[in-house]
Structure formats: C-alpha cells, structure tokens
C-alpha cells in the first residue's frame, strides 16, 4: 500500500478531490487530506476524514508532537495537490511555508503531482506560467489544466482535470512510469464507427473506447499532448485531450490523417467498419409486406492504418501502431494472423487481442501480445487495460529516442 498526502487548496474544484479521495482508498491506497484554510469553506474536515479514514490536519501547530509539518512529507510515497490554486502554486515556486500543505512540499523527496484549476485569466498569467515552468524545472509534475466550464458563466482552460485522469497520473508516478514522453505530440483513435443504413438502423461493431481511452490517459500521464481521434466512445473522455469526435469510418480516416501529419506516435485503437453501405436510405427502411428482407450491398471501407503508413512515406516519423482483434481459424492462430497482418499493413508494432469466446470488448481488463515490425514479441499479461496502455507507450517511447 502507498501513502498518498492529498493537498488541497481553496477553488470550487475541491469538491472533484472528494472523489479522487475515493479512488485512492478503494485502489487500496492510504490517503491523508492536508487541506488548507480556504479548502474547508468549500468542502469540510468532516467529509475528508470520512473518505480517507483519517484525521485531518491544516496547521503545524496541531498534533505538534508528531511534527506534521516534516514527518507528512518524509513518509509519503507521493503527494498530490488537486486543486492547486494560483496562489499555492505561487507558494510552492517560491518555497514559502506558511501552512501545513506548503511545509509538507518543502520536506517531500518523493514525486510531486499538482493540478491546477483557476480562471483562464489567472492560468495564462505570465507569473502563473513562470511558476509552472519552475515547478517543472524541478521535477514536478504539473498537469494542464482541462478546457470547460468554470465557475459562473465561464467556459475556457482553467478547469481542474477529472479525477480518473489524476488518478492515472498518479499510478504512473507511483509506478515509476517515465514523463517520456514529455514534449511530444501522440494521436490516439478510440471506439467502433458506424455505418448508417438509414437514419435509425448501422453496421458497428462492439468497440467501448476503453483502450483507446486508457491510452490517452496513460499518454498524457508520461507528459505527451494528446490528440483522441473518438468514435462513439461508451465511457468520457479524458480531460486534458483534444478531443475530435466522428461517427463513420470516412470521418475517422480524415481526422486521423489530419492530425497524424504533424504527429510523433499514431496509435490506431479504433475498431473501424470494415465495409459500408453502398446507399444511404433518407427514410427509414420498412418492413415489405411480403415478408422479404431487404438486399443490402455493401463497398470496402478504405484502411486507415495502411493510409497513415504511407502517408509518412519513407521517414521513421510518426511511429505507427495498430491493434489486431483476433480469433485463430483452421488456417492459423491469433498470432499467425497477425504477424501476416504486420506485414501487410507495414506499421512499426501491432497489438494483438484474442477475442474469441468475448474477450476484450468492453471489459476493464485485456491481455495481449505487441509484435514489432523487427520480429520480437512483447506479451503483456491479463491486467487492467492502463497497465497495457504503458506497456504500448514504453515501446513507442524506445522507438522515438
């Protein structure tokens, strides 16, 4: 089990660590709170300490014969400050230690994740940013903040990220997973498209999003700005992508193309429709009053992994990963088809998942084999699909450097 210190800071975004409280203990990790003063006008020591299962404490007076102020930081294995405010932010870049959260980051030697949340003005104020930069320079973690709606009326960069994604943030430090991807931009297609028959009726597929989703997360968790190509996603997505939404194959084609230009890492976790109605009837198509199903043609969708291949030519940029769903036949096994699929479509690693009997779809866990393009094999063992997602993103990282 880990200790996590918790700080947070005074914005109406406290009420948002409330429930990364929650996902700490339940990942069986030990949470202490260190709220400062402001944070309890917005969210009290009592839900904290309900949540955490432990006391809480804001001053270095209170308890003083366990030295709070230095033991917090000495123990923990990681501290997080979510929200960080403009002010604590500030605080933290000029070492200041006015209160028990300041006092437990000057004494902390673990890793340090902060998430900011404030208003669009106070986040790209030069002071606001020079702090940041400092903060990094000293190896801390610093999230970007998520575009959305503020408190009021206000909609702009400022927002605290979701809770998953700072719980996934924090599991990669926690883990020692590498900010290697830092300074690096990664396109990431997610979900099943559809192919309309009518304005009610499609061809899809049974594709959640999740993988595709958890690749994002763990992408943005080891520093990359992240770009999600998302087809009909079942689960949100994450905070702190850009977010490109498209229905259709055609549309995921264009997009993906799009952004891969000017991408280092093209990861294709989307399952795209294969083929597509020939038609697109306006109405709704009814049932013929003889009884008769009607005849639907079909064309072949274009294939997009093999377009994005070939879009970077003979350059070894962007690295190109694509993911095979899979079930072994009379004429092979999964990895047979695969590797016969790696060859065909000539990208730099495929991501093999046996769906047979219900595998994959839809399930928080996945298992899976990561062929490269130099005929090794990296089998990554029945887990939660995060823990692949970082197994994909240490390949594509050895292949950037």
């Known amino acids: 089990m880990s200790e996590i210190v918790l700080g947070v800071s005074g914005g109406v975004a406290a009420y948002k660590a409330a429930l990364l409280v929650r996902l700490f203990t339940e990942n069986g990790h030990g949470v202490t709170v260190v709220p400062t003063d402001a944070a309890l006008e917005f969210v009290g020591r009592a839900t904290w300490e309900a949540l955490s299962g432990r006391p809480v404490q ?3 007076f209170e308890n003083v014969y366990e030295v709070p102020h230095v033991r917090l930081g000495q123990n923990a294995d990681l501290v997080v400050v979510a929200p960080a405010t403009a002010n604590t932010v500030a605080k933290a870049a000029a070492g200041l230690a006015d209160d028990l959260l300041t006092n437990t980051l000057l004494t902390a030697r673990c890793p340090v994740l902060v998430a900011p949340a404030m208003h669009t003005e106070m986040w790209e104020h030069a002071a606001t940013q020079a702090n940041v930069s400092t903060l990094r320079e000293r190896g801390v973690t610093v999230l970007d903040p998520a575009v959305g709606r503020l408190t009021g009326a206000d909609t702009g960069a400022g927002r605290l990220p979701e809770p998953e994604q700072i719980y996934a943030a924090a599991v990669a430090l926690l883990a020692g997973h590498p900010r290697d991807l830092a300074g ?56 702190g992508v850009e977010l490109v939404e498209v229905v259709s194959t ?3 084609r ?3 193309l799009k952004h891969a230009a000017s991408a280092d890492a093209v990861v294709m976790a989307a399952a795209p429709a294969d083929f597509r109605p020939t038609s697109f009837a306006d109405a709704k198509i009814k049932k013929r009053p003889d009884g008769q199903a009607p005849t639907i043609e079909l064309v072949e969708n274009p294939d997009v992994l093999v377009e994005v291949v070939q879009q970077r030519g003979a350059t070894a940029s962007p690295v190109v990963v694509g993911f095979a769903a899979e079930t072994g036949d009379a004429n092979g096994s999964v990895l047979d088809h695969a590797r016969a699929k790696l060859a065909r479509k000539g990208c730099d690693l495929l991501v093999v998942n046996d769906v047979s009997e219900g595998k994959v779809f839809g399930r928080a866990d996945s298992e899976a084999v990561i062929l490269a393009a130099d005929g090794s094999a990296h089998p990554v063992a029945l ?19």
């Open 58 to 60: 804001t001053g270095v």
């Open 184 to 239: 690096r931009h990664v396109v990431v297609t997610a979900g099943g498209t559809r192919e309309y028959l009518d304005p009610v009726r499609f061809l899809g597929n049974r594709s959640s999003g999740l993988q595709g989703v958890a690749l994002a997360e763990t992408a943005l968790a080891r520093g990359a700005s992240v770009t999600l190509v998302a087809a009909n996603l079942s689960v949100p997505a994450p905070a």
């Open 250 to 252: 055609e549309d995921l």
């Open 254 to 256: 264009q997009a993906t």
């Open 383 to 401: 887990g939660h699909k995060s823990l692949l997602a970082h197994a994909i993103w240490a390949e594509v990282a050895t292949r950037l450097t």
